[in-house]
């Protein structure tokens, strides 16, 4: 499996950006696909995810109401739409494939095996 992830980009306080991750090797539909963000000097944490056979979609806190995790099953793409994007939104964005379903938790890094190279957002106040 490998993933290509873009998008990324310098922005405004208030803006959006949608940023892409496509996915080679393995049916999008049957990966779990998560996105996490890694901010200067902080460690990588969690931001949304799509579980696999649309079994849903999950977000962190600070994600919610304004970022929202999409596939298009033909393009074998997950996007992420951010809206009314924050200075703290700065980081550099990877999307990750859990393949095997080992985990039943979506929001750890250790149940991706597969990671793309990150896109960066940066936004200015």
């Known amino acids: 499996v490998q993933l290509q992830a873009s998008g990324g980009g310098l922005v405004q306080a208030g803006d959006f950006l949608r940023v892409s991750c496509v996915v080679s090797g393995r049916t999008v539909s049957t990966l779990t696909m998560g996105w996490f963000r890694q901010a200067p000097g902080k460690e990588r944490e969690f931001v949304s995810c799509?579980?696999?056979?649309?079994?849903?979609?999950y977000y962190t806190d600070s994600a919610k109401g304004r970022f929202t995790i999409s596939r298009d099953n033909a393009k074998n793409t997950v996007y992420l739409q951010m809206n009314n994007l924050k200075p703290e939104d700065t980081a550099v964005y990877y999307c990750?494939?859990?393949?095997?379903?080992?985990?039943?938790?979506?929001?750890?890094?250790?149940?991706?095996?597969?990671w793309g190279q990150g896109t960066e957002v940066t936004v200015s106040s």
């Open positions: 990750a494939a859990d393949v095997n379903g080992i985990l039943s938790t979506v929001a750890v890094q250790r149940a991706y095996e597969y």
């Open positions: 799509f579980r696999r056979y649309g079994g849903g979609t």
